[in-house]
């Protein structure tokens, strides 16, 4: 069967452009997802995620090549393998960026409009539903559940209070008029029935048209090639259940499986640096050097302290206190299990700027991988500085030409010096609040980075090389532009240089990582990617 537009991937952005291409515009749309149609009943309930988090259930674990500058270390990267993509795994906060952000875009495509702030809000307006907030920012009549926390722990109290008592003021909404300041996060999740939960791409843009002929669904299908002819892409080669399929477009491919598995795919077909592509003895279709370059992510590095007394959510998801809060999550529809533990952050520019290039995060527990340190889980917080808009640029290369082999993703977190000094500024903020109340009259004891490896600029380097993890919010690369930059990918209309047929509509066209959470602007992205579509095809 031929379908009018083949979609390589199920997440976030797939998601929304394959429900706008078929409700508003009258498409037929072939989905292909590599991972299952659904995942466990406990990653619905907002709390549920933390059980997954160290495992790869709905996850694929990419080990990035190793870093010289992070003393050889080789973090991981994760990323959603599941419909639904990230949405269906991650913290569910709902976070756009900054207007800057959009606008830089704009300006960088050398148009006044286009991808710019004013045309991307009523993509974000149009998809929302919003329990809260009702105004030029946010709507009500859409299908993505977004809420407040459920359940405030008194450690992410005592955060805003010290947060504002440094001079922070505080937030409402960190997507209305201005960014910066302390405050409660939204979420994706709201009431799905009876049950305060998860607001996943799945549930909320692809399950109302479960029904439509129009929108076809094929899971556990890892897309391995573009299948390209006469210049033109006219549908794609897929692995399921160890069989070779293939699925043809009659109008056009979409590629939207990430950004490291995006650049992986369109490398598989014959995209790419030349050079790069002979080595694997891949034929070259289109030479486009900037496949896999622009490689951007968050990253953050902690605070971490302990309590005196029993605070946060340590201990809340074991023995009696597990058994007690899912009682009333089930009961009542409130307590902890309806929250995602992450309540709370904290924009700000550690240099006194008036833009945020900073994001502090609240954790109301203590938490360590082993490879950081030997200290046990316990009561206390964590806060974790992530970098806004890192200037160190990395890459995604094939480790070979087998569609099985994950891509060689180089994160390279602190490649640039102003990225390690913006973070090691924000763990002075970190470590301020330690020592503000109402804080400090409870704080036990500050485990890292303490004093000492603070006032050693040498051991506070390497403290920042030994704990920097991802935010997992990798964009960039098969970035748009235009037609006179050479490393541009995509155009403004995503449409791959030098193809017909083809177009990347997933977090991998940002030419610049926006300021905050990448899940919301990656269904914007779909939705934009769907308007692009819908207008060039004449349809209202």
Known sequence: ??????????????SVAAMRLVRDFGFTVLLLERGPASTNRIMAMPAGYMKFLARDDYLEMHKTVPQPQLGGRAPIVPVGKALGGGSAVN??????????DYDGWAASLGNSHDWSYQDMLPHFTELEANSRLSDQFHGTAGNLRVSDPGHVTGTTQDFLAAAQALGHEHNPDFNGARQSGVGIMQHTYGQWGRYKERSDAKKAFLDPLAADKRLTIITGARVDRIIIEDGRAVGVAYTRQGQAHTARAGKEVLVAVGTYNSAKLMMLSGIGPADHLREHGIEVLADL???????QDHHEVPVIATTKAPSGYFGQDKGWPMIRNGLQYLLFNSGPVTTTGIEACLFFDPNGGDRPTIQLYC?????????VS?????WGVTFTS????????????????????????????????????????????ARQLLQTEPLKSKIAEELLPGAAVMEDPQALERYCGQTVKTNYHPVGTLRMGTENDPMAVVSPHLKVRGLDGLRVIDCSIMPQI???????????IGSKAASLIGQEYGRA
């Open 1 to 14: 069967m031929e379908y009018d537009f083949v979609i390589a991937g199920g997440g976030s952005a797939a």
């Open 514 to 524: 926006v300021s905050g959470n990448t899940n919301a602007p990656a269904m914007a």
């Open 91 to 100: 913290a569910m906060v709902y976070m756009r960026g900054q207007a800057d």
């Open 374 to 378: 030997a200290a046990k889980p316990t």
């Open 289 to 295: 050097p900037g496949v896999g370059q622009n490689l």
């Open 363 to 371: 954790a109301p527990i203590v938490y360590l991988d082993r490879d």
């Open 386 to 429: 992530c970098l806004l808009r890192p200037k160190a640029r990395g890459s995604v290369t094939l480790r070979s030409a087998d569609p099985a082999d994950q891509p060689l993703v180089d994160c390279n977190f602190f490649g640039h010096p102003d990225d390690l000094r913006l973070t090691i500024a924000a763990l002075a903020t």
